[in-house]
């Protein structure tokens, strides 16, 4: 029985990985690599019962399906599964989580949702509706995540939501107005922040370079910006995933508006190496965190 197996298949997910191991044999607790290379190997081993896991992190199987047997059998067998692909699969929804967050009272963009093109063709929407956007404004699919993929900033047209539609037939789209932050001291109020089974880390993100910079507790207290952990904390009720990111942003009125609601895997690229990676020390403090809560469990 392996405490914890490590699924993942992303190059530069390495030295996250290797930060949780280390953070792992630091506490004693037991890993297994799952790779492209051994994941068939290790389904066979799981049903000959040669290798069992306690917990598993899946970082592999909503980019490559190769992964998805084995993480189910994973699953089935009564492993814990850090971010349950049930609660991946509802958070990554743009739709649904704007639509969860407004009834739970979060503050998000203007938001106008259309239909996939597959199930109904005409886009129906009132000029009303499009003028309260504003321009520019922003379109993305609900469901096509990673990096930015199909986002368009900046749109100006109906035109252009109408091709857009056209590259994620059958999945929804939302249309957004564009967010402003305020200025505070020389900065854009735009965060990111990372949660981590109960812990929150906010950063101040910069939307043009993607550079995070660690958000000073003097800063929170001097700005006021406190509010960013019960954000955090009422999205983790709403989408109830153990790890996951978010984009928030104050505005001229003083309020956090949720931009982007869900980062459900996170990237988590050193920024020792990557000059818009997360913060060292954060990657490490997460991987303490996941080996912590794979402790805990085999406790209970």
């Known amino acids: 029985?392996?405490?914890?197996?490590?699924?993942?298949?992303w190059e530069y997910d390495r030295d996250f990985v290797h930060a949780v191991e280390h953070a792992c044999a630091a506490a004693h607790i037991s890993t297994y690599?799952?790779?492209?290379?051994?994941?068939?190997?290790?389904?066979?081993?799981?049903?000959?019962g040669k290798i069992a896991f306690h917990?598993?992190?899946d970082r592999a199987s909503d980019?490559?399906?190769?992964?998805?047997?084995?993480?189910?059998?994973?699953?089935?067998?009564?492993?814990?599964?850090?971010?349950?692909?049930?609660?991946?699969?509802?958070?990554?929804?743009?739709?649904?989580?704007?639509l969860e967050f407004i009834a739970n009272g979060l503050n998000a963009p203007y938001t106008l949702i259309i239909?996939?093109?597959?199930?109904?063709?005409?886009?129906?929407?009132?000029?009303?509706?499009?003028?309260?956007?504003?321009?520019?404004?922003?379109?993305?699919?609900?469901?096509?995540?990673?990096?930015?993929?199909?986002?368009?900033?900046?749109?100006?047209?109906?035109?252009?939501?109408?091709?857009?539609?056209?590259?994620?037939?059958?999945?929804?789209?939302?249309?957004?107005?564009?967010?402003?932050?305020?200025?505070?001291?020389?900065?854009?109020a735009w965060f990111r922040v990372l949660f981590a089974f109960g812990e929150i880390f906010p950063c101040w993100w910069n939307v043009t370079t993607h550079v995070y910079t660690p958000l000073a507790r003097e800063e929170e207290n001097n700005f006021h910006l406190e509010e960013l952990h019960a954000i955090m904390k009422k999205i983790h009720s709403i989408c109830r995933l153990d790890f996951f990111s978010s984009e928030i942003a104050l505005?001229?009125?003083?309020?956090?508006?949720?931009?982007d609601y869900?980062?459900?895997?996170?990237?988590?690229?050193?920024?020792?190496?990557?000059?818009?990676?997360?913060?060292?020390?954060?990657?490490?403090?997460?991987?303490?965190l996941i080996a912590r809560d794979v402790a805990q469990r085999i406790r209970v």
Request: aromatic share 6%; net charge negative; proline share 4%.
């Open 33 to 48: 690599r799952i790779e492209p290379h051994n994941v068939d190997e290790t389904l066979k081993h799981i049903h000959s």
């Open 251 to 259: 505005n001229a009125e003083n309020k956090f508006i949720v931009v």
């Open 63 to 98: 980019a490559d399906e190769t992964f998805v047997p084995l993480t189910r059998f994973i699953v089935k067998s009564g492993a814990y599964i850090i971010n349950h692909f049930d609660n991946i699969d509802r958070a990554k929804d743009k739709a649904t989580m704007h």
């Open 115 to 188: 239909s996939p093109f597959s199930t109904k063709k005409e886009i129906g929407l009132s000029l009303s509706e499009l003028a309260r956007l504003g321009r520019p404004f922003i379109i993305k699919p609900a469901n096509t995540t990673g990096g930015g993929i199909g986002v368009v900033l900046g749109a100006e047209t109906l035109k252009q939501v109408i091709e857009e539609r056209l590259h994620h037939k059958n999945d929804k789209y939302l249309l957004q107005e564009t967010v402003t932050p305020v200025n505070l001291d020389g900065r854009d």
């Open 55 to 57: 917990s598993l992190l």
């Open 262 to 288: 869900v980062n459900e895997i996170c990237d988590m690229r050193l920024k020792s190496s990557h000059a818009d990676g997360v913060p060292d020390s954060i990657v490490h403090a997460i991987a303490q």
């Open 1 to 9: 029985m392996f405490d914890l197996g490590i699924a993942w298949n």
